[in-house]
């Protein structure tokens, strides 16, 4: 069965640094674009950052640009998000996301969410 596995979240200073990670397993992951989206408390879910299926091209949301950096192993079927300088408005959880090709006979595109890990920026 498909799965998304995050870690690496938890309590950080302000400026500090944490990484994320997400484990796939269950599906061709080489063929599928990855993200990274965050949901605060009372908030909507944002995209974060977003990497093509060959980790050529990356995208940020115009708050974490400078800051976090996101990559992919498609070897090891993993993709990491590291966030530096982070900020209180960075605390949410972070979920992982995969999203593949439009599948014609069944008119739509496969997509898969991870359980999501805590980040929380606190001093």
């Known amino acids: 069965q498909v799965q998304l596995v995050e870690s690496g979240g938890g309590l950080v200073q302000p400026g500090g640094s944490l990484r994320l990670s997400c484990a796939a397993s269950?599906?061709?992951?080489?063929?599928?674009?990855m993200s990274w989206y965050r949901q605060a408390p009372g908030k909507e879910r944002e995209l974060v950052a977003i990497?093509?299926?060959?980790?050529?091209?990356?995208n940020y949301a115009d708050s974490v640009k400078g800051r976090f950096t996101i990559s992919r192993d498609n070897a090891l079927n993993t993709v990491d998000l590291q966030m530096n300088s982070l900020k209180p408005e960075d605390t949410a959880v972070y979920f992982c996301?995969?999203?593949?090709?439009?599948?014609?006979?069944?008119?739509?595109?496969?997509?898969?969410w991870g359980q999501g890990t805590q980040v929380t920026v606190s001093s």
């Open positions: 269950g599906f061709t992951f080489s063929e599928y674009t």
């Open positions: 996301h995969a999203e593949g090709l439009l599948l014609i006979r069944l008119r739509q595109v496969p997509d898969y």
């Open positions: 990497i093509t299926r060959a980790g050529g091209s990356t």
